[in-house]
């Protein structure tokens, strides 16, 4: 019995995971364009930017100027990604729709290549996040759990470290008077696999029958597709993808690595199984050649290169 979803919400990180992992220099105009693009294709949230240490991540130097020059369509969400409070404080100045979230992750060391702080350390900063989120009124609704799949420096991640890390996410949450309405599960360096997932998500559904997940998946060993296809037929209803496959962490200990799963790839299998995304796919296909052009090199996406499906099927009259 598969609990296959009718319908997935879709964010799209191309322009934040993709860009920053780009050796660039990517420009402003470009990075706009982009954005831009992609609202035009149907896609309700775009994750533009990130709010993090211009030495560490030279590619969202601008993050600043990029939100102050998008051109807004009703209807999409505008976002960015902070990890500590000194990113928040920039992102809150922004025109960016700013909403909360709350991180971990399952591999300490990854943890501390990533964000320089360890478990006990990024505890301490979720709670001056949560504590400055309380004091500004700023919704917090998600969380997320990286390396919940595996991680380059500790290897397999065991099911039960990942629920730990969600129950923690949840008590801090509940001591702020917080409901989380969905939890992320983000195979940041690539180690899933369908059964992973499955084993992942059933821990998790075992313990919290009612708590919404999304996926973030990379393609880094070409799994992701069939990662995605685990998740569907387990009822999870949202994804978090990378237009043209752009993207991959600059930490993750694997320079190679492919990006997050490819935005267009994924509508077209949904669209393909009779799972609506709400998203334009040849308007799509475009915005993955743009991505394409703007960074000057060959990217992942599938889809892209092959075209949709429609041209060959006969016009309804």
Request: charged share 20%; aromatic share 6%.
């Amino acid at each position: 019995m598969s609990d296959i979803p009718k319908s997935i919400s879709i964010q799209e990180e191309g322009p934040r995971e993709g860009f920053q992992i780009e050796p660039g220099p990517i420009s402003t105009a470009d990075k706009v364009r982009f954005i831009e693009a992609l609202a035009g294709s149907g896609l309700h949230h775009i994750q533009c930017v990130s709010f993090v240490d211009p030495k560490r991540v030279p590619g969202m130097a601008d993050s600043e100027e990029v939100a102050k020059q998008i051109k807004r369509r009703d209807g999409v969400q505008y976002t960015g990604l902070w990890l500590n409070l000194r990113g928040f404080e920039r992102a809150v100045k922004t025109s960016l729709d700013i909403a909360g979230s709350m991180q971990m992750s399952a591999s300490e060391t990854f943890s501390v290549k990533n964000t320089g702080k360890n478990r006990e350390q990024t505890l301490h900063e979720q709670r001056r996040l949560l504590d400055f989120y309380r004091i500004n009124n700023v919704k917090v609704e998600t969380a997320i759990v990286m390396t919940a799949f595996g991680c380059n420096f500790e290897g397999a991640v065991d099911p039960g470290t990942v629920r730990d890390c969600v129950a923690t996410i949840l008590d801090l949450a509940g001591e702020f008077g917080i409901t989380l309405k969905r939890m992320r599960l983000a195979d940041t360096v690539g180690w899933a696999n369908p059964n992973s997932i499955a084993r992942v998500v059933g821990t998790l559904r075992e313990r919290w029958p009612d708590l919404p997940l999304t996926l973030h998946l990379h393609d880094t060993r070409g799994a992701a597709m069939a990662n995605a296809l685990m998740g569907l037929q387990m009822g999870v209803d949202s994804f978090d993808s990378s237009c043209a496959g752009l993207g991959g962490c600059p930490f993750a200990g694997h320079k190679a690595a492919a990006g997050n799963i490819c935005t267009e790839d994924l509508v077209y299998m949904c669209e393909e199984m009779g799972i609506k995304t709400g998203v334009n796919l040849d308007a799509l296909i475009e915005c993955a050649r743009m991505a394409e052009s703007i960074v000057g090199h060959p990217l992942p996406g599938k889809i892209m290169h092959a075209g949709s499906l429609s041209r060959f099927r006969p016009s309804v009259t």
